[in-house]
């Protein structure tokens, strides 16, 4: 699925660059990446956080997987070729977003540490922080908002992560947020004091 099919194409350079953005916006550029169980509140931390780097003046933009399976990953189901292929396209589509010049906030559980792995090396050295939305299986099935762990718990659908498919927690993530323990808010500043400690955002004075 990755074989290159194109023919007679070229690659452009850029005339604005990430760091010409990043002077014009203030901040820099990188790659959030959020990835848990299902039901770990990736995607309500993500949209916290955007919100609150935009308070701040920042260009964030949040790339949700259920949102981008309603679209751009509309062909991809949930084997373990398939969801190789959706990170595939997400990373470099959060590379893109990140040259832009925007902090990127992608949600996804990205069960597999070696397509994490490959979301990472699609970003440029440095830009790309692993952020680990740590959850038990067990708080997360009683959240459950869709339904979804009892539903594959009766069998009703296959290759649901954390019931009948693996999660691989990631071992050396730059962020680990405890959505179990720790509230919304508590969780969301965590990751803006990161960013703030590691230069990429303006400290509030």
Known sequence: MNETRATNITWHP????????ERRNGHKATVL????LPSAGKSTLAHTVERKLFQRGCNAYVLDGDNLRHRLNRNLGF????????????????SLF????????????????????????????GRFVEVYVKCSVE??????PKGLYKRARQGEIQSFTGVNAPYEEP????????????S??????????????????????
């Open 98 to 125: 990140a040259d832009a010049g925007l902090i990127v906030l992608a949600a996804f559980i990205s069960p597999y540490r070696e397509d994490r792995d490959l979301a990472r090396a699609l970003s440029k050295k």
């Open 33 to 36: 990446w959020l990835t848990g």
């Open 79 to 94: 084997s373990p070729d398939d969801r190789k292929e959706n990170i595939r396209r997400v990373g470099e589509v959060a």
């Open 139 to 144: 708080t997360c099935g009683a959240r459950d």
């Open 14 to 21: 850029a005339l604005v660059s990430q760091e010409d953005r």
């Open 171 to 182: 071992e050396k993530p730059e962020i680990v947020v405890e959505s179990d323990r720790y």
């Open 184 to 205: 919304l808010e508590e969780c969301a500043e965590k990751i803006l004091l990161y960013l703030e400690e590691h230069g990429f955002i303006p400290k509030q004075t």
